[in-house]
């Protein structure tokens, strides 16, 4: 990965640990609010978990460029 500059490394960071957090917190709060055992659900959240760092690894660098876009303007 060093073949990226170090601004979409960062953004893909960023994008990674909001979504991957974002994504598993979600999940975890609809499952309390469901009042199920979070141990008995662990695999859908963590199923989300991943599929939020996946998304967010993949729009880190996008949404990265259009703020930096936005305050060169």
């Known amino acids: 990965m060093n073949w990226l ?7 893909t ?3 990674l640990a909001i979504g991957g ?6 999940s975890a709060i609809q499952a309390l609010r469901a009042g199920v055992s979070l141990l008995s ?3 859908p959240i963590l ?8 998304v ?3 729009a880190g660098p996008l949404v990265g460029a ?3 876009r936005g ?3």
Do not use: H, N, W, Y
């Open 5 to 11: 500059p170090p601004e979409t490394r960062r953004d």
């Open 13 to 15: 960071m960023r994008g």
């Open 21 to 26: 957090t974002s994504f598993g917190a979600l």
């Open 41 to 43: 659900v662990i695999q």
């Open 47 to 54: 199923v989300f978990a991943l599929i939020g760092l996946t």
């Open 56 to 58: 967010g690894g993949l």
């Open 66 to 68: 259009a703020v930096r």
């Open 71 to 73: 305050r060169a303007k």
